[in-house]
């Protein structure tokens, strides 16, 4: 039975466990170190048990603590070579120790065991950031989020998925009368931005999903754009589960 959770996601921060037998591993650590320990043990995980850390990009919502949480746990946190090379004073900023810094590209599958973790490039205003997909125990989850536009890459990936986690970021009539300014309105919705309620149905669409067994949980609301009650309306052919906005998540599929 592998169990997992959303720690939380949102602009608050972002963060995923995923765990088998007592092994678990991290994806990206959008809080204070204290807050991810805290809302794992509200789960029932233990930070002793991650073995890994993988982060999607450098934003402070998805990296805030991995500079922490390597020094404190001496344990490896990958980023894509791209992110390392070319965000380079937002990687020094974390001020991860050479032993635990960790580089990982499309193509090349990481195994942290029991867990493969493969990384594919999305659209962000992020250098080098990656959504990625977990392989364990039979089971494959993956995570699609702060992309501004998908690729046939993505569709492939949610398709193959057993348990998807998918941006659903804004309602672009929402965001058009909103609070937001135009130019970053524009940076929202642009192809570096994120995912919009139809982009993430559209998505759904093109991979095949049709309200059946398979699960998606739909991730990254916006507080100013995006209501969970808008979410469910625009996903309701689904079997789409809304995250709320920094709110636990705890499951398990078996």
Known sequence: MVR???LGSGSCGNS??????????????????????????AGGFDMKDVMALFLTHLHPDHAHAAGIFAR????????????????????????IPETSAMVTEPGSPVTVWPF????????????????????????????????GKYSQEMVEEARSADVLFLESNYD???????PYPLYLQKRV?????????????????????????????????????NTPETVAQAMCPFNAFVCRRGECYTDYIS
């Open 4 to 6: 997992f959770s959303v």
């Open 16 to 41: 995923y466990v995923f765990s088998l037998d007592g092994q678990s591993i991290l994806i990206d650590a959008g809080y204070s170190f204290k807050q991810i320990n805290l809302r794992m043990e």
């Open 72 to 95: 404190k746990t001496a344990k490896p946190v990958y980023v894509t070579r791209k992110c390392r090379d070319h965000a380079v004073t937002e990687y020094i900023a974390l001020n």
């Open 116 to 147: 493969t973790v493969s990384c594919f490039y999305t659209s962000h205003d992020s250098a080098g950031s990656c959504g990625y997909t977990v392989d364990v125990d039979g089971k494959r989850f993956t995570i699609i989020t702060d992309t």
């Open 172 to 178: 672009i009539q929402m965001l058009r009368t909103g």
């Open 189 to 225: 919705a642009g192809e570096r931005g994120h995912l919009s309620n139809d982009q993430a149905r559209n998505l759904l669409l093109d991979a095949g999903y049709d309200g059946s067994s398979k699960r998606v949980y739909l991730v990254h609301i916006s507080a100013n754009n």
